[in-house]
């Protein structure tokens, strides 16, 4: 709810501090005191259009901040955290600076935001009902939610939502694969040939690096041979072996004589001796191992050099082909089994629209019982209200399949008959704005409970009524103020004795320029200000007498 409006230079307003409650707040005062200039500074702040003629003749700017409490799981806090301007324990408040060149500047929890954003947020948060206002309730895009939510099917809704995203899912699927079919058939020769020929040559996985060290090896086996025989000569019986044995004949028959002095040098000469043969074998090893044959040279390097072809026809690694190879394969299969991969999808596709159409029409039948509730209870709201000719309907059109969304398969609009005998058309098409007022209230009045809205504002609802007219309206306001805080505009001492907070709205004139000046009253205040609206400039005895019988009827 609105807890804190502050406005600063804001046409005949210099400062002023308001601090709101719970409840029924009514706001009275003479005509041209500057009531409405409290509702421009709320719309300012609340993303409204910005006007420089708002600022306070000699100011450089206007400015207002207003300071909301909401519920923890609003789902305006949750958009505000998605986006990192949530404020904390579910206080938000809203400001908005406006200069003289009428630019202005937006700010939520002190964050600057886009005026749209303001604007966006401002609809959650208040509700303004003027008797000419663009109100929410006037725009058709809010009757399905509203009626949706009248009739608490949250539940249904969501299962339509979900069954529609699944429908959605499945005809794209279906509608990709017909595509790719297409794009297959079109490009069926070109991938049967690249398959055959990658099948033909049948890529591995590390082959490249394989072959092309063979090569290396092949290219040079002449002087690697050269080379380790070379080595193995040095290496064998005539060579260092010979020598190692050699030395080792010479000391072994006499090391027991040398008191274990040459058992060191025996141990390294036996280990040099075991190390040089069993390098000579490895070098045999080798040798051995080595292809020299011209024909197995050039057969590795045709295929090394089929395989990087293949790589650069496809533009891949080579060590890619083997998984080019398994996608045309996958490919190829496709179109073959192309059909009936279809068929299957639209099997799913029609189940899928089917399991939409179900739950849609279950949606639109309860929508249909809903709104005879609606109308209903609309009528019961209307006839106090001096409203007792006109008739309210809640039209429920089923739209083609062009016009389905997750939504359902209706469009709902509240319409209304002001005169019997005359079509229904639109809310916002009534003429008087006081009838538009009251239609606005009624509907309010039936959907108590439905909207998220936390605070709602009439602006004069009770305009060219009076008497029983005015004390239903009082009601009701009082009635939707147990669900919600209810800030009301009035003329009438009827809804003024409803309020359990009471502003008068007045000039003062002295200080240098007339200003707009709000103040609580009091008990006594209160009784003093209905009286002045029952008896005009003149407040008598007899006016105070029946405020005072006003407000005792009024209850606490």
């Known amino acids: 709810m609105l807890t804190t409006l502050s406005i600063r230079d804001v046409v005949l307003i210099g400062r002023l ?3 709101f409650e719970a409840g029924l707040s009514v706001l009275t005062g003479e005509t041209g005191a500057g009531k409405s200039i409290l509702l421009d500074s709320l719309g300012l702040v609340l993303g409204m259009r910005a006007d420089a003629r708002l600022i306070r003749h000699g100011a450089e700017q206007a400015s207002v901040t207003a300071a909301f409490e909401l519920d923890s799981d609003h789902a305006v806090l949750a958009r505000l955290k998605e986006l990192g301007t949530a404020g904390d324990d579910g206080e938000l408040v809203l400001r908005r600076v406006l200069g003289k060149d009428g630019r202005s500047k937006a700010f939520i929890n002190d964050q600057p935001v886009s005026v749209q954003l303001l604007r966006e947020i401002g609809d959650d948060l208040v509700e303004v009902h003027g008797q000419f206002e663009n109100q929410r309730l006037l725009k058709e895009s809010a009757h399905r939610p509203l009626l949706d939510s009248y009739a608490g099917l949250g539940g249904t809704v969501g299962k339509v939502k979900a069954a529609y995203a699944e429908w959605a899912l499945s005809t794209k699927t ?7 079919l297409e794009t297959a058939l079109r490009d069926r020769d070109y ?3 690249a398959f055959d020929e990658l099948k033909a040559l049948d890529p591995q996985p590390g082959e490249e690096k394989d072959l092309a060290s063979k090569r290396l090896l092949m290219m040079n086996a002449e002087k690697l041979l050269e080379a380790m025989n070379a080595a193995a000569t040095v290496l064998g019986d005539d060579g260092a072996q010979g020598k190692l044995a050699s030395a080792l004949g010479h000391l ?16 390294a000469l036996s280990r040099a001796l075991s190390e040089a043969a069993e390098a000579d074998a490895l070098l045999q090893g080798v040798a051995a191992s080595l292809d020299t044959d011209p024909n197995a040279l050039e057969t590795s390097e045709e295929r090394l050099f089929a395989l990087r072809a293949q790589a650069r026809k496809h533009n891949v690694e080579v060590d890619d082909l083997a998984r080019l190879m398994d996608d045309l394969n996958a490919q190829v299969q496709a179109i073959e089994d192309g059909d009936a991969h279809l068929a299957q999808l639209a099997v799913l596709e029609k189940k899928a629209r089917a399991t ?9 039948s309860q929508r249909q019982e809903a709104a005879a509730k609606m109308d209903k209870a609309m009528a019961g709201e209307l006839a ?32 209304v008959a002001t005169n019997p005998g005359t079509p229904p058309g639109p809310l916002g098409k009534i003429s008087s704005g006081g009838e538009l007022a009251r239609f606005t209230l009624a509907l309010k009045a039936v959907l108590a409970g439905a909207d998220s809205v936390p605070t709602l504002i009439f602006d004069e609802v009770d305009s060219g009524v009076g008497g029983a007219v005015a004390a239903a309206v009082g009601e009701r306001l009082a009635g939707l103020a147990a669900g919600c805080q209810v800030l009301v505009v009035t ?20 200080g240098p320029a007339v200003l707009t000046t709000v103040e609580p009253l ?30 005792e009827s009024a209850g606490p």
């Open 17 to 19: 501090d308001l601090s």
């Open 522 to 551: 009091d008990a006594a205040a209160r009784k003093e200000e209905i009286a002045r609206m029952l008896a005009g400039s003149k407040v008598t005895d007899e006016a105070r007498a029946a405020a005072g019988s006003l407000l």
């Open 384 to 415: 106090p209200l001096k409203l007792e000719k006109a008739e309210f309907y809640t039209l429920i059109e089923h739209l083609t399949e062009d016009g389905w969304g997750p939504d359902g398969q209706d469009k709902v609009a509240f319409q």
């Open 491 to 510: 003329h009438s001492p009827q809804v003024a004795a409803r309020g359990e907070h009471h502003w008068r709205v007045s000039k003062s004139d002295k």
């Open 174 to 180: 279906l509608e990709q694969a017909v595509a790719a």
């Open 191 to 193: 991938l049967t040939h």
């Open 252 to 267: 072994e028959p006499v090391a027991d004589k040398a008191d274990g002095r040459l058992a060191e040098t025996i141990e």
């Open 356 to 364: 939409y159409i179900q739950a849609a029409e279950k949606l639109t």
